[in-house]
């Protein structure tokens, strides 16, 4: 039951980060690497606005809005200049970009690590042999409350089934009369304020926040969406949690030697080989 | 009298290769043209530049307004639409979506509520399949899908591309009828096509494309009974 709850956390985190790479790569076929450093700088505002006003909520919000418009800004001064280059122009600026956030954090919060405390005053839950923190709450529910509006917005409202659109072909949704430009800096939007809250959580849940906690999470995320199908949101939701569980089951299982983020590219690896196309295929046009 | 359409010297260069080499065409009100040409002749080239969807140069007018340095949206707002080459519908969304998606411009639900009546009423087909995802149609029925799609947006000018391409000769036949109707129901209509014989059938007047160039055009009457046109297009 606890290995269970652990999964379930690990994998809510996966999934918020997973969404935003889901989106980008769904529409722009762009591997977006510097989504973790953009994570990294949600976690960086999230944890500056709690020590400045003492409100977590006000400071989650404030870095979730902060940084969406981060994300806004890599799209509209980056991305959106090379979107006509082959498609390895923007893998390898993507890079670059990651690496120059993380050094610009340094500078700008220094190389340690920096403690994210929080207390809540949510009590634990206890049951027969397991516990839920306060963290792990916060972290299941926000999750939760997150998927439920992200699926409502998908397939309820004109702008979800436009950003569908977008993600099925870009250049017929502009011919119906969609402003593409606008969709799309939505879902830099979008995505990265999800990685702000990915990158807040963690911050909280690990107690530490650091210039470099975006390395695994960029190469976790790719994991989660290649075995997601390549810009399927509901797959990506699925192979976060499907990753999670896979990891924390076999870390758990005693004698088993590899560490847990070799787990995820085994995984990968391996799906790569025998289903290329990703767990959940996605038709394209 | 206004034409609805005016272009002007339309150049599509894709790297190295120069796709369209300065067509020029007009469509006036209540018209069918037709755009023919073998294959690669710069048909579809023209027909997206017109549309906005791929870089071109020169002219294009709608309605009197110079529209070339408009984006795809600006000119769909004006009520110029598009049926793409092989359909291109929205493979992972469902009939309806599609259609949703083709009323992005429809602020009225009212409004929408009756187009889509008017497009299942059009295409019976599309109702009964309203909840299937896209990818599972069959080529015809992608192709209605196409059709209805753009027309919930109720275009002045539907630009028409390859309708008939990998299509049943009685399904052909089906769409064509269909496209009549809807002509005279005053949607102008911009079509190209491969198949000569059917396209000067139904349009009055036509544009011969080879190798990107206009090389004659005239009352589609006139073109039918043209001794080159027999001999290359209608197989005569």
């Not at chain 1, 985190?13 to 722009?28: D, E, P």
């Not at chain 1, 699925?238 to 088993?256: M, Q, R």
Request: with cysteine.
């Amino acid at each position: 039951m606890q290995i269970v709850i652990n999964a379930l956390v690990l994998g809510s985190v996966y999934v918020l980060i997973s969404i935003g790479l889901t989106l980008i790569y769904g529409i722009l076929r762009i591997l977006h690497i510097a989504h973790a450093g953009i994570y990294t700088l949600g976690a960086f505002l999230g944890l500056t606005f709690y020590a400045l006003t003492g409100n977590f909520w006000l400071a989650l919000i404030l870095s979730m809005v902060l940084t969406g418009i981060a994300g806004v800004g890599v799209y509209s001064y980056i991305y959106r200049r090379v979107l006509s280059k082959e498609r390895i122009v923007p893998l390898v600026i993507s890079i670059g970009l990651f690496i120059a956030m993380q050094d610009l954090y340094r500078l700008i919060w220094g190389a340690y690590k920096k403690p994210f405390a929080l207390d809540l005053g949510i009590n634990d839950i206890k049951g027969k042999g397991f516990v839920i923190t306060q963290h792990q709450i916060l972290i299941l529910s926000l999750t939760g409350i997150s998927l439920i509006l992200l699926y409502l917005l998908m397939n309820k409202t004109k702008l979800g089934k436009a950003m569908k659109a977008c993600a099925d072909d870009l250049v017929m949704a502009g011919a119906l009369g969609i402003n593409v430009e606008r969709v799309v800096s939505f879902a830099f939007f979008l995505g990265s304020a999800l990685a702000a809250l990915a990158g807040v959580l963690i911050g909280v849940y690990e107690n530490n926040v650091y210039p470099t906690m975006g390395d695994e999470v960029s190469y976790k995320a790719f994991v989660v969406i290649v075995l997601g199908g390549f810009g399927s949101l509901s797959g990506a939701v699925v192979a976060g949690f499907i990753l999670s569980f896979a990891e924390t089951l076999l870390v758990a299982w005693k004698g088993f030697l590899l560490p847990r983020d070799a787990i995820a590219f085994l995984v990968m690896i391996l799906v790569l080989m025998f289903k290329p196309e990703g767990l959940f295929r996605r038709a394209s046009t | 009298m206004r034409s609805v359409l005016e272009v002007q010297n339309l150049n599509v260069r894709y790297g190295e290769i120069h796709a369209v080499k300065g067509v020029s065409l007009r469509v006036e009100k209540g018209e069918i043209v037709a755009l023919i040409g073998a294959n690669g002749a710069g048909k579809t080239s023209t027909l997206s530049a017109i549309m906005g969807m791929i870089r071109a140069e020169g002219s294009v007018k709608f309605m009197g307004k110079d529209i070339e340095r408009f984006s795809p949206w600006k000119r769909a707002q004006m009520g110029l639409s598009i049926v793409p080459e092989r359909a291109r519908v929205f493979p992972n969304m469902t009939v309806l979506e599609n259609l949703e998606v083709g009323a992005y411009l429809v602020k009225d639900k009212k409004v929408f509520k009756e187009r889509l009546e008017w497009v299942y009423d059009i295409f019976p087909r599309l109702r009964e399949r309203q909840k299937q995802l896209a990818l599972t149609l069959s080529g015809g029925e992608k192709q209605m899908l196409a059709i209805g799609r753009s027309l919930m947006n109720k275009p002045k000018l539907l630009l028409i591309d390859e309708i008939s391409l990998g299509l049943m000769p009685k399904l052909v036949d089906e769409i064509f009828q269909i496209l009549i109707k809807l002509n005279e129901s005053g949607i102008t209509l911009l079509i190209s096509e491969q198949n000569t014989k059917k396209a000067l059938e139904i349009s009055s007047r036509a544009y011969v494309l080879q190798n990107g160039r206009v090389v004659k055009e005239g009352p589609s009457g006139e073109l039918k009974e043209d001794e080159e046109i027999r001999k290359a297009y209608l197989g005569v």
